[in-house]
């Protein structure tokens, strides 16, 4: 199955280095977990052995219309994940690995799980019950704005087709190169376009 997903640069070098890379739970927002816990619990109990870690996420196709692969990397992506690096990865993935759902659906099952964290007085905990916390596992879409959503257990070098860097658009970085936080030249007072005099 034809995939891709953006990820940091120290998932390309972890697949370069070891052949593989599971996401580490510590990189998930605290208060989406439990969602993910139980998504990783349905990608078990079809089978798909995660190894203790997070899924993966992915979206369907090449990545070849470039519109369609900027607008989504900019949903996602906060300034923080841009200043730090993106690289668009494009996959070759067995089906046996993948599981597919509704993003419209994944989306307001996160928004349930977070409010029943809050009514809870937590933010973070084990997966919550399905009388608790509904959700429909299925790929059927929710409307016609619906799309795809992939997750897989890990990104095996062999399942890589091609990975580049990714930079953000021109107003992206601007919005970076503006930002003493994202920016450590604007911080110390240092800047690359200042004269060496």
């Known amino acids: ?77 906060g300034l923080d994940q841009w200043a730090h690096g993106v690289h668009l990865i494009k996959l070759d993935v067995p089906a046996a690995f993948t599981m597919s759902t509704s993003y419209a659906r994944w989306n307001d099952y996160l928004g349930v799980t977070m409010e029943l964290l809050r009514d809870a007085g937590r933010t973070d905990g084990p997966a919550f ?36 860097y990714y930079p953000p658009d021109a107003e992206t970085a601007a919005r970076i190169a503006a930002d003493p936080y994202l920016n450590p030249s604007l911080a110390d007072g240092s800047s690359p376009l200042s004269s060496a005099s």
């Open 1 to 77: 199955m034809r995939l891709w997903t953006l990820q940091a640069p120290e998932v390309i070098a972890a697949v370069r280095d070891k052949g593989i890379y599971r996401a580490e739970w510590q990189h998930a927002i605290v208060n989406w977990r439990p969602a993910y816990r139980a998504m990783v619990a349905e990608m078990e109990r079809r089978g798909i052995a995660c190894h203790g870690a997070a899924p993966v996420w992915c979206w369907p196709g090449r990545a070849l219309r470039r519109r369609a692969t900027r607008e989504t990397a900019d949903l996602l992506l």
């Open 129 to 164: 019950p399905p009388e608790e916390a509904p959700m429909d596992w299925s790929s059927t879409l929710e409307n016609e704005w619906d799309n795809l959503q992939i997750v897989i257990p890990e990104l095996r070098r062999e399942w890589i087709v091609r990975s580049r």
